[in-house]
């Protein structure tokens, strides 16, 4: 499988829900029921923090 292009990448981030700290991603995945099935990621393109799933 071949890596992403710097385009690609751009358009995944910008489609993700940001948070500013870790702690607020995994309060989000928290509330939405999410907590187990997610974790948090701090992304390289926009520097803030995403949630992945598992």
Excluded: F
């Excluded at 991603?25 to 926009?46: E, H, K, M, S, V």
């Amino acid at each position: 499988m071949k890596k992403p292009t710097r385009d690609e990448r751009q358009r995944m981030c910008v489609r993700k829900r940001r948070y500013r700290t870790q702690g607020d991603a995994l309060d989000a995945a928290l509330i939405l029921g999410l907590a187990r099935q997610r974790t948090a990621y701090l992304c390289p393109l926009c520097r803030l923090w995403h949630l992945s799933s598992n």
